[in-house]
């Protein structure tokens, strides 16, 4: 069954993603946070501009699941992963705590017609149910 994902990105990574040379998302934190565990190969997910619009969609090609992470392990994903994942050298530091985490190749990347939704709270990634979530996207030709 195919879930969908709401990813909030900021400008850059969505840019870098839109041009081709970001192919991997990464979510790295410090708990289980909504979207790990949860996002599988064929999965949609929504690219929303942060503090902006839905922008874009792509679907999840791969998927790579990581806990207990260290330091160490961390440097170890940046060394390995960063040419795809296009991240500075302050946001691996300030991954660096973190000790869940996930990777997401993206395939089928299409820019979209900006749609604004209403979604107010913090959350960086949000897989949309049948419920409440999934309303942030109904009416809005995007489902």
Known sequence: MKNYHLAI????????????????????????????????????????LSCGPVCATAEAAAVKTFENLTPED???????????????????????DSRFGFLVWLDKIEAIEPVRIRKTDMRAWVVLSEGEDFGLLEGRGLK
């Open 74 to 96: 961390i440097l170890r994903l940046k060394k390995e992963y960063n040419h795809l994942i296009c991240g500075s050298d302050q946001y691996w530091q300030s991954k660096a």
């Open 9 to 48: 990105l900021k400008a850059p990574y969505l840019e870098a993603i839109l041009s081709g040379r970001k192919r991997v998302e990464s979510r790295f934190t410090r708990s289980r946070r909504m979207g790990y565990g949860r996002i599988q190969v064929g999965d949609k997910i929504f690219l929303k």
